[in-house]
């Protein structure tokens, strides 16, 4: 006889752990799996930024790039060709959607999750010592010329009409807030309220343990099949067993479209790899803030292992081998920056975010079959809004009114 629950949660991403603490909170009896510990693949490298000012989705490069970005010349971006085949219907749509009507509008369906994240991470901090690892000083975006900055000029409008709220500082302003910056930028847009994580997967590790220690059960097992039985309980036979479950989420980020697809659901989802490595900081230097280069597409944070620095978008097949030369591309601009020194680590870190072309996750019910739930596809965004999109779903779940219109995120509005 299986092991029963009343909902199996796969992926302990930060998505998959914030549906599993929202339904555990409801009194269902949850099985949260993972082949690995909590909060180790996508959601442990990224930039730390809870994204509450985030009010546009990351936009395609300019075609003028174009030439440069296909010569992997492009700091920003890489390409392995032998993958750039299959992945140009998703690049084109993609495209379309980084027209400014298609991006604010899409943008706007997001802002429920975006607007409450740090509200929704909070929620799921309580009973933990997660907030330690809260910073206050957010995410800034630095602007290298003036022409830089004047691109920005439709985010920052796009802002002011969600009520968004930022500053404008020259590099003698934003100096006095960052003394150890280097003045190689012209311009400093400051979110006004952001907030950051000086440890994403330390945090989402300690979610998962107030997860496991309030009821909760945590198995680090892969699903080796999952099927619906007649009696419409599902089946996912594990390497320890059997366990079975009215409903099922797949929160497996990057690996979800591999569980999906056995269901005969095919979705458009690419993978955006990205790299990150730690270094120390050169003649006492200290940064507070999260930066972000504008000009050559990467992240500058404090953390706690180092000074994290992140790259953009390397369009590669999930399981092809790292290539971390991006690292390389950006670390020179970055110590034009800041004093970064030797690195910390023995290797980069590498991770994939799933996104779809018009960067909103797949939130709710499967089409086709009752009980099975989605919750992936999360893109850059995951940090932000894994914890709003967990209460979410558990509400529709439970059958609760939602916090917010879930529409925008349903599975139908994609070809699968």
């Known amino acids: 006889m299986p092991q029963a629950y009343d909902v199996i949660v796969i992926g302990a991403g930060i998505a998959g752990v914030s549906t599993a603490m929202h339904l555990l909170m409801r009194g269902d009896k949850v099985l949260l799996l993972d082949r690995g510990a909590a909060g180790q693949e996508t959601s442990y490298g990224n930039a730390g930024v809870i994204g509450t000012h985030y009010v546009l989705p990351f936009d395609a490069p300019s075609l003028v790039d174009i030439p440069k970005i296909l010569l992997n010349r492009d700091p920003s971006v890489h390409f392995h060709y032998r993958d750039l085949l299959a992945c ?66 439709f985010e920052l409008a796009v802002a002011e009409r969600m009520g968004v709220p930022f500053e404008v500082l020259d590099a003698a302003a934003f100096g006095a807030m960052e003394p150890h910056l280097k003045p190689a930028y012209s311009k400093a847009v400051r979110w006004v309220g952001g907030m950051r994580l000086t440890n994403p997967g330390a945090v989402v590790a300690a979610y998962a343990d107030r997860f496991a220690r309030e009821g909760g059960v945590f198995q680090q097992e892969e699903a080796q099949s999952l099927s619906q039985m007649p009696d419409g309980l599902w089946r996912l036979d594990l390497p320890s067993g059997t366990v079975a479950a009215r409903h099922v989420v797949v929160c497996a980020g990057p690996w979800s479209g591999d569980y999906v697809k056995r269901l005969g659901y095919h979705f458009p989802l690419a993978m955006k790899r990205g790299y990150h490595r730690h270094f120390k900081a ?34 590669a097949d999930l399981h092809a081998p790292p290539t971390p030369v991006q690292i390389d591309q ?85 070809r699968f």
């Open 88 to 153: 140009t219907p998703w690049i084109i749509d993609y495209y379309l959607r980084s027209f400014p009507k298609w991006r604010e509008a899409d943008g706007w369906r997001l802002r429920p999750l975006t607007k409450s994240a740090i509200d929704e991470h909070r929620t799921l901090m309580r009973h933990t010592e997660a907030e330690r690892h809260l910073s206050a000083a957010g995410n800034v975006k630095l602007h290298r010329s003036e022409s830089s900055f004047a691109k920005s000029a």
């Open 282 to 315: 050169e003649g006492g230097a200290t940064l507070a803030h999260a930066l972000t280069d504008a000009d050559n597409g990467y992240v500058i944070c404090p953390m706690e292992q180092g000074y994290r620095l992140t790259t953009g978008a390397e369009f």
């Open 330 to 414: 950006i670390l020179p601009y970055a110590r034009q920056l800041f004093a970064l020194g030797d690195t910390v680590d023995s290797a980069a870190w590498m991770g994939s975010r799933p996104c779809f072309t018009d960067s909103l996750p797949v939130i709710g019910a499967a089409p086709r079959h009752r009980g099975l739930w989605f919750n992936f596809g999360h893109g850059h965004m995951g940090l932000t809004i894994g914890p709003g999109s967990g209460r979410l779903l558990a509400e529709m779940i439970k059958g609760e009114p939602p916090f917010c219109d879930p529409h925008p995120y349903r599975a139908e509005r994609l």
